[in-house]
């Protein structure tokens, strides 16, 4: 009487054995990198918790986006950010700081209240009970993780205690030429800022982040060869001026 039970006990152990072994990393049919002694969902679930954990922060605009944005590849996105920019910086330069964040504000939610009741009359009247219109909305995570908080400060220290030591570098005169190059700068900045402000000088720049570009691409072959001119008789004049100042000379020779 045994014999039959364990006839008919082996298909089944067999068939999950089977199971198994496409379920582990080195069976025939399974994938690499499956989870062994897991069942589809828990395996499934505890990967995907692994390569959250594991993932770096995804910054908000990569470099190809915002090269595609500054050279016009997408003309309504680009003209969107472009005059929304514009607007919001030639508004500063008329208004104060907190009129035009107040006006931005109060334009928002003029837009989002008077939806929100439109949408409640029309469920009203219609009877239907599609809820809140921003439900979708609401229910996205936000959240920043303790994880993705301190990366992002540590890529940004980086970057201070970089500006740092090159602060440090020129105002204790380590390298000459370097300290003379940024009170010359300084001195230039000086008229700058008796034409322009700071609003303008931040319309001018954006009006030439969406504009210099579009035009070097086009025109590239002709900009480089009069910047290269340019830079050979400015290295040139400099190499002149190292050559009198007292001390460099030496430093080089030696």
């Not at 303790?146 to 970089?162: C, D, L, P, Q």
């Amino acid at each position: 009487m045994a014999e039959p039970s364990a006839a008919t006990q082996s298909p089944s152990v067999s068939s999950s054995s089977s199971v198994a072994e496409s379920s582990t990393p080195g069976g025939g049919g399974g994938s690499p990198g499956a989870c062994p002694a897991l069942g589809a969902k828990s395996c499934g679930s505890s990967c995907a918790d692994s390569f959250v954990s594991s993932s770096q922060p995804v910054s908000l605009f990569s470099t190809s986006q915002v090269h595609d944005l500054i050279f016009w590849r997408d003309v309504k996105k680009t003209g969107f950010v472009f005059g929304t920019t514009l607007i919001m910086l030639l508004s500063l330069a008329a208004f104060s700081v907190i009129s035009v964040v107040s006006y931005l504000i109060l334009a928002l939610l003029s837009v989002t209240i008077s939806f929100r009741v439109y949408k409640s009359v029309i469920q009203a009247v219609q009877k239907s009970e599609e809820g809140h219109p921003f439900k979708a909305y609401l229910d996205v995570d936000i959240t920043l993780s303790s994880e993705a908080f301190h990366n992002y400060v540590n890529a940004a220290m980086v970057h201070i205690n970089r500006a740092l030591k090159l602060i440090i570098r020129l105002f204790l005169v380590e390298d000459l030429v370097d300290s003379l190059k940024l009170a010359v700068f300084m001195w230039l900045m000086t008229y700058v800022g008796a034409v322009f402000n700071g609003i303008t000088l931040l319309i001018l720049a954006e009006l030439l982040i969406f504009s210099v570009p579009v035009v070097y691409e086009k025109y590239k072959i002709q900009i480089d060869h009069y910047v290269g001119i340019a830079r050979d008789q400015t290295k040139s004049i400099v190499e002149k001026i190292q050559a009198k100042l007292p001390g460099i000379a030496k430093k080089k020779a030696e």
